[in-house]
């Protein structure tokens, strides 16, 4: 079998724990492939696109900052991406086509169905999603369109602009309510699910203490569920504060698993053995 080579493209890239993810699914799978990380700028995702296109790569994952501008770059969009206005999965066909895929969505929105249990009144559920980036888009169509959740709030800084806000809610794949970036007692204390979808708290990031004081966590009700995407450092101020609120929290390591899970599905066609892959993650 020929060896077929994959990798993750982003900037920042060296926190990335997938090639060690997506090695030990190879592994696991008696597979020769390889997994690769690739700094690149936005100037430079073109070429890595390129690359794919002439088959010296056979799949990429797109991460941070690169999830919308990818769109621009590839030949059709799966409907995953297209309703996330996003990509994280790039896949290349037979015929040398480019097709851009979300998996991020689904993977968060099973991370979250399992953090809060059965059952969970999510039609009923406010959310908030802090960032305005792919990753926060990615999130409100996990919600929006994988939980039912119709009550949708996204606080980002550049909602501080009033007219910023009311363009990005007419672009997000489903119906949302936009905020500037403070924490708002009157919304959280509606507020039952909650996603940090910026990288603030990164590992080579900043502002994680500033993204914790987002939100007024004292006014956010006990039964609430908290996901941080961000899973370099697995502990974030964010994280921290809603152990302390007392929520269902979890860092992005699970969706990671799964997201990757499902990129692996649909560059392979067979079933993605999750479980190593996750326990990669535990150990890298």
């Not at 690169?66 to 066909?93: F, P, Q």
């Not at 953090?115 to 996990?142: D, K, Q």
């Not at 993605?272 to 326990?279: D, F, K, V």
Request: glycine share 10%.
């Amino acid at each position: 079998m020929r060896p077929r080579r994959f990798a993750v493209v982003g900037d920042p890239i060296a926190h990335s724990k997938s090639p060690a993810m997506h090695q030990a699914a190879y592994r696991a799978l008696g597979l020769p492939h390889v997994y690769e990380a690739i700094r690149a700028s936005t100037a430079e995702l073109g070429g890595v696109l390129a690359r794919l296109r002439a088959g010296d790569l056979d799949g990429i994952n797109v991460t941070v900052p690169h999830k919308e501008h990818v769109l621009s770059l590839v030949d059709a969009l799966a409907e995953s991406a297209r309703a996330a206005s996003a990509a994280n999965t790039i896949v290349r066909t037979e015929g040398g086509q480019l097709v851009a895929h979300n998996t991020d969505a689904p993977a968060l929105a099973a991370e979250l169905a399992h953090l809060a249990g059965s059952p969970f009144a999510w039609h009923e559920t406010r959310a908030l999603v802090l960032g305005s980036g792919g990753a926060a888009r990615g999130a409100i169509a996990a919600l929006g369109r994988g939980l039912g959740v119709t009550d949708l709030v996204v606080r980002a800084r550049r909602f501080d602009d009033e007219a910023q806000g009311r363009a990005f809610g007419h672009a997000a794949p489903c119906p949302v309510s936009t905020q500037g970036w403070r924490a708002s007692p009157k919304s959280e204390g509606l507020t039952r699910a909650l996603v940090q979808a910026t990288s603030a708290g990164m590992r080579g990031g900043s502002d994680g203490e500033a993204v914790a004081r987002v939100v007024s966590w004292e006014h956010v009700p006990r039964e609430a569920v908290a996901i941080d995407v961000v899973y370099a450092p697995r502990d974030t101020p964010w994280l921290r504060a809603a152990r302390a609120r007392g929520l269902r929290c979890d860092d992005g390591l699970g969706m990671l698993a799964r997201q990757g899970a499902l990129a692996l599905e649909l560059w392979l066609g067979v079933e993605a053995p999750l479980a190593a892959m996750r326990a990669a993650l535990e150990q890298s």
